[in-house]
């Protein structure tokens, strides 16, 4: 088992899987949970700054999640939202759901249960607070960094269609208000930082898939 944290941006989401499909791993995007159930608010005109009415959509929330990094897919109640939960309206409301402590309570089993049903000879798990809260036990804890300046043109370069200047206030915006629930900018004991501002893709899937395979 691989926890792996970090900030939006540092890549994390894309190494994961890639470094999941190198070591024969299964890939699990905590993330996407919790923008599913954004989405899910949304769709179904759920108030999200509304904890209780959060919490209580979590009752018929069908939520499925492909966890083969080679098939990866988000679906809500038979609707495939993989694109979908990435849309700047559900990027923007996601936080005021991530920080209603009954609902991190839920998706933190939820995402232990995920663990435990994978049948390969390992699984990563990314996402804010998977090295201190949901798997602090994991064989190889990993805090995925990189600096503002790096994150932040990277993530640019995936929304083009987006000015700069919007993606960073986004970006950083996003940051301060996760950070305020977990903190993910700072590694917690024993867990290793590796820090790809001077790294390319390849690379820090290397990094990554080094340290596991040194690590067993
Ligand atoms: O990683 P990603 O940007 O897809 O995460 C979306 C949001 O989900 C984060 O901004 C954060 O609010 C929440 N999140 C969280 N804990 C995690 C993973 C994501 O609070 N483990």
């Known amino acids: 088992m691989v926890a792996v944290d ?8 894309s190494v994961s899987r890639a470094a999941a499909r190198e070591l024969g791993f299964d890939y699990q995007d905590s993330g996407a949970a919790y923008r599913a159930l954004a989405w899910n608010a949304l769709e179904h005109g759920v108030d999200t700054e509304d904890a209780d009415a959060v919490l209580a959509s979590l009752d018929d929330f069908d939520y499925r999640i492909g966890t083969d990094p080679d098939d990866y897919f988000v679906r809500v109640g038979g609707t495939d ?5 990435r849309e700047p309206r559900v990027t923007g409301v996601v936080s005021a759901i991530a920080r209603i402590p009954a609902v991190r309570e839920r998706l933190v089993e939820l995402f232990r249960r995920v663990i435990e049903a994978s049948d390969r000879p390992g699984i990563i798990t990314e ?3 998977i090295t201190t809260v949901v798997a602090p036990d994991a064989d190889v804890r990993i805090l995925l960094t990189a ?6 043109a990277r993530r640019s370069a995936e929304t083009p269609e987006h000015s700069a200047r919007a993606v960073a206030e986004q970006l950083s915006s996003r940051d301060a208000q996760d950070s305020r629930v977990v903190d993910f900018m700072n590694a917690a004991d024993g867990v290793t930082t590796i820090d790809s501002t001077n790294l390319d893709f390849d690379q820090t899937v290397s990094a990554v898939v080094d340290l596991v395979r040194t690590s067993r």
């Open 147 to 152: 600096s503002e300046e790096a994150r932040m």
């Open 127 to 129: 996402g804010r607070d």
């Open 81 to 85: 939202v993989t694109q979908a939960i």
């Open 6 to 13: 970090g900030p939006a941006g540092s890549g994390k989401s």
